[in-house]
């Protein structure tokens, strides 16, 4: 089902739009997704799905191009590549870290896919057997585990957290339906969409931050010869790519940008495992192959707590979730039951995206640095048109238009006091479905919070969260007396 | 930092207490039965809780990370000019069509950006106007306002 030729085709232009998002500065994934979210809804819903994979995908392969070409990350999770793999490229090895980069990516991500395939059906099994209270204790810990992993203070991760549970209210009661927060306005009615505040926090924001300081960026001239890793780097890679693969696979499974951290931790691992930790930053191949993978099978784990428990684990998976929700499809434990042609059709576009993606990128690495040189005085008010139509064109709502701009501005100033985006939206996302299994909750234990204890799994998460939330004081506190 | 933390905190204090007011209005029900004001009143005041530890912290001059870098006029400026347009793309969409609005914005954008001549602004105003329309009204089928231009 997934070799249709409708799925195959959108299965390639997900991966292509995804790597140019990559490579592009200004929107990332979640902005492109959002705003690709908008036109998927004339599609079929394994359709629309396996085009927004290949985007995520697709922007992991293309983040690394800018940061071994030009030392800018194109997404997050390139960051740790801009290390060794810029400094191998202005050693005349650009092509060698391109080229283990994108067969690293590929083999990792062909690892995540199976191990996606392996996992979530039986997780999914297990899961029948939660009830609300679980369900309100897994969006806790996620969010709770988002808001530690996110970068900068707790106390302020964990706010945004609250208001983005708070934008979550605003609209209809999920249980009895009464408007909350709406003031008679029939766009509020509806609550804040998800698209709208996606774009506008992930994406207006963005270019508003660009905005600041224009700065010219310097696209390192070099003829990349060779792209292919020759076979010293092959073997010097070979066991930080393996790493990379299980350790990027695992982290992603958690809650919390899996991408992203797992990219940082396979840096710091093949720093620590290496014979000759020094040189790590001097344009270490191992620097570049390890994380590219680990980012690539973190993308594929990162899709089993959606798929198999119906909880989104980090921003982006809550737009997938919206995809699948905008289909009328709601996903949960029964997900994989229900539906098993989506499922499996996912699974298997994951794979052909995989070699599209690592024929692509080879070949087409000459086009993405042609237009990495397109002046940002006519790329950023293109981004923001796509931002704008793309908006207008979900329910030709002038209004929402309005929210996706008020949030641009709200996500500018907030950005700039050091609060970050991930975990407000993912906590508007969860927000219904805490709220939900909350109140169940209660009305099942007649009024008791007891019931969060006494039921084994709920009350190792709920430890878990507690964990979290404590560890910071308790650190504190040593290092104060000490 | 510091400034911008405390203003925040105070902010988001009248935020929660906001939501406290409002919430009011509506049925909290009780533990047994949690109704519609349960949840929002428990988040604002948790949030009314991290706000004061923020402020806490702000006040005692708690390192909270660094200051966000100083912005010139100049980037205020294109910023500024930046949503200005795009506010305005919105209110005048239905009234002028997409043709026109979109021709608008981007001539404005582009000059909000970098100072740059009106011959070339026009030329790539119109071309992108046109070939967005072509490729979001007549390609991908989304409905797109006619305004005063009729089309």
């Known amino acids: 089902m997934a070799l249709t030729p409708t799925n195959l085709l959108f299965c390639f232009i997900g991966s292509v739009v995804g790597t140019l998002v990559g490579v592009l500065p200004g929107l990332g994934p979640v902005g492109a997704v959002a705003f690709l979210l908008s036109l998927t809804f004339k599609m079929e819903p394994a359709t629309a799905i396996i085009m927004l994979a290949g985007i995520y995908y697709g922007a992991m392969y293309g983040g690394s191009t800018t940061s071994i070409l030009v030392n800018i990350p194109g997404e997050t999770a390139s960051v740790v590549t801009c290390l060794d793999g810029y400094r191998m490229a202005r050693q005349g090895r650009a092509g060698a870290a391109l080229g283990i980069s994108a067969f690293g990516s590929f083999i990792a991500g062909t690892f995540g896919v199976i191990g996606l395939m392996f996992l979530a059906p039986p997780l999914g099994r297990a899961a029948l057997r939660f009830g609300p209270p679980e369900y309100f204790a897994l969006t806790l810990t996620g969010l709770t585990l988002v808001a530690y992993l996110t970068q900068g203070s707790l106390t302020k991760a964990l706010i945004m957290t609250i208001l983005g549970l708070l934008a979550g209210v605003v609209g209809m009661d999920p249980i009895s339906g009464e408007e909350r927060f709406a003031y008679g306005s029939l766009t509020l009615r509806d609550g804040f969409g998800l698209v709208p505040v996606a774009m506008g926090l992930f994406g207006i924001t963005e270019i508003l931050e660009n905005l600041v300081v224009i700065s010219t960026q310097s696209v390192y001239e070099t003829k990349i010869k060779g792209l292919l890793p020759n076979r010293q780097d092959w073997r010097d890679s070979a066991w930080p790519i393996a790493r990379g693969s299980v350790l990027g696979f695992f982290l992603g499974i958690l809650p919390g940008p899996g991408p992203v951290i797992s990219s940082f931790v396979s840096y710091a691992m093949e720093k620590r495992l290496s014979r000759y930790p020094e040189k790590f930053g001097t344009g270490v191949i191992e620097g570049v192959a390890g994380p590219e993978s680990a980012n690539n099978s973190a993308t594929a784990g990162s899709f089993i707590p959606l798929l198999s428990l119906g909880i989104p684990t980090s921003a982006i998976m809550a737009l997938f979730m919206g995809a699948l929700m905008i289909h009328g499809i709601q996903p949960g434990p029964l997900f994989i039951v229900k539906y098993p042609d989506l499922f499996w059709g996912f699974i298997a576009s994951m794979y052909i995206g995989n070699v599209m993606l690592l024929v692509l990128n080879l070949p087409l690495i000459g086009l993405w640095v042609r237009l990495l040189k397109t002046p940002y005085v006519i790329l950023f008010p293109l981004i923001l048109l796509f931002c704008l139509i793309g908006v207008y064109s979900l329910n030709s709502n002038v209004g929402e238009i309005v929210i996706m701009l008020a949030f641009g501005i709200f996500g500018f100033f907030l950005r700039r006091a050091g609060f970050e985006g991930a975990p407000f939206i993912l906590a508007m996302v969860l927000g219904p479905i805490m709220e939900t299994s909350l109140r169940q909750s209660l009305l099942i234990s007649r009024g008791s919070f007891g019931i969060f204890v006494t039921r084994p799994i709920c009350a190792v998460l709920i430890a878990l969260t507690a964990s979290f939330l404590c560890w910071p004081l308790l650190r504190r506190k040593k290092s104060g007396r000490g | ?151």
Not at chain 2, 48 to 73: K, Y
Not at chain 2, 145 to 151: D, E, K, Q, S, V
């Open chain 2, 1 to 151: 930092m510091k400034r911008a933390n405390v203003t925040v905190a105070l902010t988001l204090i009248g935020l929660a207490v906001f939501v406290l007011l409002e919430a009011g209005k509506l049925s909290f029900g009780s533990m047994r039965v949690p109704q519609t004001a349960f949840f929002p009143v428990v988040l604002a005041t948790l949030l009314l809780v991290f706000s004061l530890i923020l402020l806490g912290q702000a006040l005692r001059g708690a390192e909270t990370g660094r200051g966000p870098e100083r912005i010139e006029a100049e980037g205020w400026a294109r910023i500024g000019a930046t949503l200005a347009t795009m506010v305005g793309f919105a209110l005048v969409l239905e009234r002028l069509g997409f043709l026109l609005s979109t021709f608008l914005l981007m001539a404005l954008l582009l000059r909000a950006i970098e100072s740059q001549a009106w011959p070339k602004v026009a030329t790539v105003a119109l071309v992108t106007s046109l070939v967005a329309y072509a490729i979001f009204g007549w390609l991908l089928g989304i409905p797109l306002p006619a305004g005063i231009l009729g089309f």
